[in-house]
């Protein structure tokens, strides 16, 4: 077996492009890995007979004797990167199913490529989805996918930091970005997994009911109230309580809940006995919260209460690299609720999803392709099936965001395999501005 220097991550690069194979090993060589390459499935199965396994295997999709997956089954626990073309992003989709851990579109940056190789071969979970699984598994016809984007990533890092916490968590970001799954990923993950986990909408609250439908009432406490009724705190107790929305809440119960939060003891409406409960409070919002303590409709003092840990769900449009995995998820979903057996999309459906704007997020895209599965008439969703606008019509470049620029362009080239010309297009500038903004972001195409 070869030495490797101390500390020195191995990387082995199975690719048939020799050319493509001897720039990318040298590349990686001067960041300082231990590459060894294979052009085959065969030669690479010797190399690991020969020189151990890797930290990380770098493999093409389609080589000469077989499919990069095949090495799952041959490295076990080796986390595997595929490379592929932007044409072929649904077959990575399905390695992703089989276990394969990343993905990266040819062309690609270089930094792009050594930021998902850092990220995957280090000691922290790639995807808190891999962890192992607990003893309760989140309750859902969904198969939900947490992504391998960077952002992405990040954030279940921090859920899986926080998670085996005492700390009350604020969940931020807008609608349809998937917060409520965030907050039961922090359950899942916490030494209450094994207690309820109850959701409260505080949007759809009125004033009148929600003290009642967090606190309890008793039998008379008000018109309507014709039995006794548990509160959501009490129905928690020993688990998580998960508030949406609820920046929503009247000042009143603001009150009530600061004392809830602080005294773990809740009265019911029209009860004279208070109740111990043990809740850990987990809550959401996509209010500014901030303005509504200086407008004096939030309390300062229940903000600090519930704020123990931020935690920011990113918008669907900052995580590009995750869109076709969510598709091919809700895909899965659509199939199953409307008993057909659609096998994916089109390279055209494919374009259409990377490059809508998805102000909606999660929600507005599981729509679309659930009324999508429904309309479409062959085995392959287009984009006419999408019924989505065209891309020039939405993906019109924002000048005042450099990070979100950077991102449309790099999307927009992988999408055109480079062609600044249709890039500029897609993006809704002429060639010559694209070209001042690859110089000015520092951008090889």
């Known amino acids: 077996m070869t030495d490797k220097t101390i500390d020195m991550k191995s990387i082995l690069i199975i690719e048939d492009d020799m050319s493509f194979m001897t720039m990318l090993s040298k590349w990686l060589g001067r960041k300082g890995f231990d590459v060894h390459t294979a052009t085959t ?11 151990g396994r890797p930290d990380l295997i770098l493999s093409d999709m389609r080589l000469p004797d077989g499919n990069g997956t095949d090495m799952l089954s041959v490295a076990q626990g080796i986390p595997l990167i595929i490379m592929t073309g932007y044409a072929e992003v649904q077959n990575a989709v399905e390695a992703m199913k089989r276990g394969a851990r990343d993905y990266i579109a040819k062309p690609f940056a270089p930094d792009m490529l050594l930021s998902k190789i850092n990220e995957n071969i280090s000691a922290v979970p790639a995807n808190v989805a891999k962890q192992p699984e607990k003893k309760k598994e989140v309750k859902s016809k969904l198969r939900y996918i947490e992504g391998v984007s960077t952002v992405a990533k990040e954030l279940y ?35 209450r997994s094994s207690g309820p986990f109850v959701a409260i909408d505080c949007g759809v609250l009125s004033k009148e009911l929600s003290a009642s439908e967090l606190f309890g ?16 705190f009490v129905r928690a107790n020993g688990g998580t309580l998960f508030l949406d929305e609820m920046g929503n809440l009247s000042y009143e119960v603001q009150v009530q809940l600061l004392r809830a939060v602080q005294e773990r003891k809740v009265r019911p409406v029209g009860g004279a006995k208070e109740i111990d409960v043990d809740v850990r409070l987990i809550c959401a919002t996509n209010a500014d919260l901030e303005k509504q303590i200086a407008d004096g409709t939030f309390r300062e003092d229940l903000y600090h209460r519930i704020n123990e840990f931020t935690l920011r769900v990113p918008s669907l449009r900052e995580r590009s690299e995750d869109i076709l ?27 259409a999803l990377l490059h809508y704007p998805w102000d ?42 450099p990070a979100d620029e950077e991102r449309r362009i790099r999307s927009a080239l992988e999408a055109t395999s480079g062609n600044k010309a249709k890039a500029a297009r897609m993006l809704g500038i002429d060639r010559k501005t694209l070209y001042n903004k690859l110089r000015t972001l520092n951008i090889e195409a």
């Not at 499935?41 to 020189?51: G, P, Q, V, Y």
């Open 325 to 351: 995995l969510f598709a091919e998820s809700f895909l899965e979903e659509a199939n199953h609720d409307l008993e057909k057996n659609l096998k994916g999309f089109t390279d055209d459906g494919c374009s």
């Open 41 to 51: 499935l065969s030669a690479a199965k010797s190399s690991l007979e020969k020189n």
């Open 217 to 232: 009432h008793v039998k008379g406490a008000f018109t309507g109230a014709v039995t006794d009724k548990e509160g959501a």
């Open 157 to 191: 890092n921090m859920v899986a930091l926080v998670a085996p916490t005492p700390m009350s968590v604020l969940v931020r970001g807008a609608n349809g970005t998937g917060k409520e799954y965030v907050a039961r990923r922090i359950h899942e993950l916490s030494r």
């Open 360 to 401: 909606g997020n999660l929600r507005q895209l599981r729509n679309t392709i659930k009324r999508a599965a429904l309309m479409s008439s062959g085995n392959l969703i287009s984009s006419s099936d999408l019924a989505l606008p065209a891309p020039a019509a939405v993906q019109t470049l924002r000048l005042n965001d």
